[in-house]
Nanobody
Framework: QVQPVESGGGLVQAGDSLRLSCVAA????????MGWFRQAPGKERENVAA????????IVAESVKGRFTISRDNAKNTVYLQINNLQPADTAVYYC?????????????????WGQGTQVTVSS
């Protein structure tokens, strides 16, 4: 089992960049595909990026492709979400989660361990 813990959120201006980090405590981190989700007030939780256990394959949502990049460093038990050119619409709580799969997946039901989230707020 793993326990993801997110960090790196904050208050930024439109056009800025952020790198969110997720440390997943546990000896078997490399056995889990990982993903990033976000939930804005009044909206459903959505997957924005996912990455396979090896880091060789990844998925980025079409709505954020070109601005969001997911990566992982298994030696550090850490997954990252690089966000460039932040927009007010990106304001949300961002969650890191671990899936019981090898390959990257966008399905929420595949994720069995979730972090508490980190707030990202983007001003105009």
């Amino acid at each position: 089992q793993v326990q993801p813990v997110e960090s790196g959120g904050g208050l930024v201006q439109a056009g800025d960049s952020l790198r969110l980090s997720c440390v997943a405590a546990g000896r078997t981190f490399s056995n889990y595909a990982m993903g990033w989700f976000r939930q804005a007030p009044g909206k459903e939780r959505e997957n924005v990026a996912a990455i396979s256990w090896s880091g060789e394959n990844s998925i980025v949502a079409e709505s954020v492709k070109g601005r969001f990049t997911i990566s992982r460093d298994n030696a550090k038990n850490t997954v990252y979400l690089q966000i460039n050119n932040l927009q007010p619409a990106d304001t949300a709580v961002y969650y890191c989660a671990a899936a019981n799969t090898v390959g990257a997946t966008t399905r929420s039901s595949s994720y069995i361990y979730w972090g508490q989230g980190t707030q990202v707020t983007v001003s105009s």
